[in-house]
């Protein structure tokens, strides 16, 4: 749709909004302003509001990831993740020293099970920076598959986290970056990932044994639990999905929604998780929850934002935001507002809830980021209780 058509829609606007749209509703859902909210827009970020509402509803807020522990006769030791976003190093120590307390005081060859994902892809939209945002992704993984660094100026690399020993991963990834700190993630400029995911975790389990009081040194691969080992703890991690969530929301991570996102369809249609049972499972679920109309209007390739195929409708979004209410405090506080942004080149978005409680949505994918003065004018507007049909009618032009 043309430029033209769509200042038509948003009169109010106009001067800040040239390819966008926007839409407020009260808390029963019912529409009091918008224009094109009908319209399909690239959402970005704004879709992780709907992988956690699914999330919520498929998983219950007191879901908690968890890992399986095996061990074979020569004390090798099996780990098979099912895609636990928030398998950091103080989590990992904590599992180790439940494995001693159970007796192990030796671990020889540490093996990553990576079975419990079949994926054909690393997410739809990932692209191969060195940047957080775009680390990969399986189900066995460690510190959101990132290294935090410091160089220092002749050129020695440390970890540049207290609670995580410095790593060869590091020092490998650390070699020809400036002096500083760095967050990197641990395939810059692409790698085969499942084996860095196994070697990152590897290396930090062998690295933070002797803090558990565990010995043993061996080798770090790749292998499937064979029959002969035993199962000797499922560690369950500590956070309760509701905390998972807010920290995606929060730092808008890439890493959690979509393991999040994958961890969903697998709970649904079984292990291993693959991408056609997320987004069938994230289709149902919206159905159930929206209805097939409203449903029909979000559009998920993955869970994060990240693919540009992603699609969202500013009434689809309102609707969500109804549904999300009761969650309303897991999103960040900001403006004055609680709010979920989505932001890529082009792509300048906000979702969330104005200080009177009502639901607002501003979906822009154009070149200019104007969304701060559009959610100001939101701000200062006085909404009346209901509006009349045809207007309402005509929002969706």
């Not at 060195?130 to 990969?136: K, L």
């Amino acid at each position: 749709m043309s430029g033209q058509l769509v200042q038509a829609g948003c009169p109010e606007f106009s001067d800040i909004i040239r390819n966008g749209a926007y839409g407020v509703a009260d808390s029963q859902g019912r529409l009091l302003a918008g224009c094109s909210v009908d319209r399909p827009f690239v959402p970005a970020s704004v879709i992780k509001i709907a992988t956690a509402q699914v999330a919520l509803k498929t998983l219950g807020p007191d879901y908690h990831f968890s890992t399986e522990l095996y061990l074979d006769q020569q004390q090798n030791l099996y780990i098979r993740g099912y895609g636990d976003p928030l398998l950091i190093s103080e989590e990992v120590l904590a599992l180790l020293k439940e494995l001693r307390e159970q007796g192990v005081t030796r671990i020889n060859n540490i093996l990553i099970d990576d079975s419990a994902f079949a994926l054909e892809s690393q997410p739809p939209g990932r692209e191969l920076s060195s940047n957080p945002y775009d680390a990969p992704i399986g189900p066995t993984v460690v510190n959101f598959n990132c290294v935090p660094l410091k160089v220092s100026r002749n050129r020695e690399v440390r970890s540049n986290e207290q609670q995580t020993p410095t790593l060869p991963l590091m020092r490998q990834l650390g070699r020809g970056l400036r002096s500083g700190y760095h967050l990197i993630n641990i395939c810059p400029g692409g790698c085969q990932e499942p084996q860095r995911m196994a070697r990152m975790t590897g290396e930090l389990f062998r690295s933070l044994l002797p803090q558990a009081g565990i010995r043993g040194h061996g080798r770090i691969g790749r292998r499937k639990v064979p029959a002969s080992a035993e199962l000797i703890l499922v560690h369950a991690n500590s956070r309760p999905l509701t905390e998972v969530l807010a920290t995606m929301l929060h730092y808008s991570s890439n890493f959690i929604a979509n393991l999040v996102f994958l961890t969903v369809g697998a709970h649904q249609y079984g292990y291993p998780a693959t991408w056609a049972k997320a987004r069938r499972a994230m289709r149902n679920s919206l159905v159930s929850l929206l209805g097939a109309k409203t449903a029909a209007w979000i559009v998920m390739k993955e869970g994060a934002g990240l693919s540009r195929e992603n699609r969202v409708t500013v009434r689809a979004m309102l609707r969500l935001l109804r549904a999300f209410k009761p969650h309303a405090d897991l999103l960040r506080s900001r403006y004055g507002v609680l709010v979920k942004s989505g932001t890529m080149k082009g792509i300048y978005n906000y979702a969330g809830y104005l200080p009177d409680g009502n639901s607002f949505v501003i979906l822009l994918n154009q070149r200019k980021n104007t969304r701060r003065k559009v959610l100001a004018r939101l701000k200062k507007k006085q909404f009346p209780a209901r509006r009349a049909r045809a207007k309402l009618a005509a929002a969706g032009n």
